[in-house]
C-alpha cells in the first residue's frame, strides 16, 4: 500500500496553486469559446449488460471500437443519451463521479453506467 505524504503548504504556495486552477480554467474556456471541446469528453469505455457488446481502443491507432461479445468489430457505435459529471473536494484529494445514460447500437438496450476516479492535488 502506497503511504500517502500530507504537505503542508504555506499561505503563499496556496495562493499560487488557487491561480493556477483559476488560469487553468480561463484557458479552458477560451479553448470552448473557440469550439474545442475540452471538458465533458468521454474517455470511459461502455459495454452493453444484455448482448456484452464492448467499446476498446486499439493499442497505436487511440480510435474507439466497438465489438461484439465474440469479438468481433461492428460498426454500430453506442448512443449517449446523457452524461453527467460530479466533482467532489474532500481535502486534497478530488473524487470524479460520471454517469452514461446510453442505448446499445447493437441490441437497442436503454442503459446507464456510473465511472468514479480518485485524483490527489499533493
Known amino acids: 500500500m ?3 505524504i ?3 503548504w504555506t499561505p503563499e504556495e496556496e495562493a499560487a496553486y ?5 488560469d487553468i480554467s480561463k484557458i479552458i474556456e477560451r ?4 469550439g474545442i471541446p475540452i471538458r465533458n469528453v468521454r474517455d470511459d469505455l ?5 448482448c456484452r457488446t464492448y ?8 480510435k474507439r471500437r466497438t465489438f ?3 469479438g468481433v468489430e461492428t460498426n454500430r457505435e453506442f448512443i449517449v443519451l446523457d452524461h453527467r459529471e460530479r466533482r467532489r473536494e474532500k481535502g486534497r484529494i478530488v473524487h470524479f463521479t460520471t454517469t452514461y445514460r446510453y442505448v ?3 441490441c437497442g438496450v436503454h442503459q446507464s453506467s456510473r465511472f468514479t476516479s480518485d485524483f490527489s492535488l499533493d
Do not use: I, P, T
Request: glycine letters at 8%; proline letters at 0%.
Open 2 to 4: 502506497k503511504k500517502k
Open 6 to 8: 500530507k504537505r503542508n
Open 18 to 22: 488557487q491561480k493556477l486552477k483559476e
Open 31 to 34: 479553448a470552448e469559446k473557440k
Open 46 to 50: 461502455l459495454h452493453c449488460q444484455s
Open 55 to 62: 467499446e476498446d481502443v486499439l493499442f497505436g491507432d487511440g
Open 68 to 70: 461484439l461479445k465474440s
Open 104 to 106: 446499445c447500437g447493437v
